[in-house]
């Protein structure tokens, strides 16, 4: 079982910068494949990125492409997620979920997903 607990979140103007980390414990960090989610009130969860237990893929929504990255650092147990660029459109509470899977998967429905952080929040300032 993994415990997933985000952090990174806070204000950004409009065009700024934030690095969000999600920190695993409980099980093996390298059985995990790893995506971010993103939600805001009254909106369905939003697929942001993934990345595959090896790390060597990953997969963005059209949305972040070009200005987010999703990474991993199997010896810190942590999955990040760089966000550059970032519009009032980016503003929402922001999920990391892991599951187990084969080794280049990169799941991209919440469905998919068996543990789940409890968010970190991101608002944008125009």
């Known amino acids: 079982q993994a415990q997933l607990v985000e952090s990174g979140g806070g204000l950004v103007q409009a065009g700024g910068s934030l690095r969000l980390s999600c920190a695993a414990s409980g099980s093996t960090f390298s059985s995990y494949n790893m995506g971010w989610f993103r939600q805001t009130p009254g909106k369905e969860r939003e697929f942001v990125a993934a990345?595959?237990?090896?790390?060597?893929?990953?997969d963005y929504a059209d949305s972040v492409k070009g200005r987010f990255i999703i990474s991993r650092d199997g010896a810190k147990n942590t999955m990040y997620l760089q966000m550059n660029s970032l519009k009032p459109a980016d503003a929402a509470r922001y999920y990391c979920a892991a599951r187990c899977g084969s080794t280049r998967y990169t799941p991209l429905e919440s469905s998919e997903y068996k543990y789940w952080g409890q968010g970190t929040q991101v608002t944008v300032s125009s």
């Open positions: 990345i595959s237990r090896s790390g060597g893929n990953t």
